[in-house]
């Protein structure tokens, strides 16, 4: 088949615009030999399991989805009550980017918090959201969500995850971890997944494969199973369980194997820092938040970026500021890097 674009074209609009690892395609190719099992009755399926537990620790069980918003869905309705409600960021995905499915599909409440680059900190929660537990006229807070990395491309380190854990607790809530690019967060702090998640005191997580590499596969993570239960059943009725499952476990599989989640991620990363170099000391071009993952924002003439994105794909983050977003993938190479560094310059000239 003739391919219907240019493979060689790449832009910066969004690490979902990369294509597949190779590793990945290959394993799933693999996976479809012969028959297996449906709906998670399969050896893919049951190795994911073992995988998970060595990556996570003992009790943790993955279930794996078709999609982000999927995962967030499914985790936020598997840890709440009809009259729940969630607290997240201003900026979080499952506020600003899930087309209210949170609201609609699981029927939450979000309490939403004014945040600095997009972490959430115990003292801005206590500031915005009141302390009326046992109101029945009041929403009750369930779920504490945290981004990692954020909308904004920064980084929770752990210690800021475990003080976010323990004031949930404290308030009988719940810890959620929308890891759409956690990958990105361990390969920017140079830990591995359970530094962020199991050893913080996570009790469940939504674990990105998309942004990774992966084709359509995404991973709900319960890390307590006691006060996350039903998981199974809420991913049914939510319409994410695969009959074929084994394709979206044999790609977490391929992604796991040998850290190469954290080989992707970090060459992502470390095409974001060169690019926030590059195109940071250009004359005309403000860097808007610190590069800690696989994400730069910066502000310039709205003229200039229009212009660019007629050659390279990118986005406005937001367009009355002139503040654009530009996210390197796993597949960004250096001289796309450098390319379109130039393309900036030369537009601002």
Known sequence: MTPLHDPAKR????????????????????????HQG??????????????IVELFGAGAQAFP???????????????????????????GHIHVDEGGAP????????????TAGGKLTPEAITAAVPDRAGDVHWAQPRVLSVAQSTELGTVYT????????????????????????????????????RAITTDIGADI??????????LGAELVLVLNAERAGGVE??????????????????????????????????????????????????????LTQPVQSNAVFAELPHAASEALMEQV?????????????????????EDDVRSFAELVRAQLA
């Not at 997580?205 to 992966?214: C, E, F, H």
């Not at 937001?318 to 796993?330: N, T």
Request: hydrophobic share 50%; aromatic share 10%; with cysteine.
């Open 233 to 286: 059943y809420v991913r049914k009725l939510s319409m994410q369980l695969a009959s074929k499952q084994r394709f979206l476990a044999a790609q977490f599989l391929a992604l796991f194997e040998d850290d190469r989640y954290l080989r992707v991620a970090g060459h992502a990363n470390a095409m974001a820092r060169l690019l926030a170099e590059l195109v940071g000391a250009i004359d005309g071009v403000e």
């Open 11 to 34: 832009g910066f609009a969004s690490d979902n615009y990369a294509g597949v690892l190779p590793e990945v395609l290959e394993a799933v190719a693999e996976a479809n030999l012969g």
């Open 65 to 91: 989805v078709f999609n982000g918003t999927g995962a967030n869905v499914v985790a936020l309705s598997a840890v709440s009550d009809r009259w729940s409600a969630v607290v997240c960021a201003d900026s």
């Open 313 to 333: 794909p990118f986005y406005f983050w937001d367009e009355i500021r002139g503040e654009v977003r530009w996210m390197c993938a796993w597949d960004t190479t």
């Open 158 to 193: 752990p210690d800021e995850l475990r003080a976010l854990a323990e004031y949930a607790h404290e308030r009988d809530w719940l810890l959620h971890i929308d890891g759409s690019r956690l990958a990105n967060a361990a390969a920017s702090l140079g830990v591995p997944l």
């Open 103 to 114: 609201e609609k599909v699981a029927g939450l409440k979000l309490f939403v918090v004014p």
């Open 205 to 214: 997580v939504s674990v990105g494969g998309t942004k990774s590499g992966l």
């Open 38 to 51: 449906a709906y998670g009755a399969d050896v893919y399926t049951a190795a994911l399991g073992e995988r």
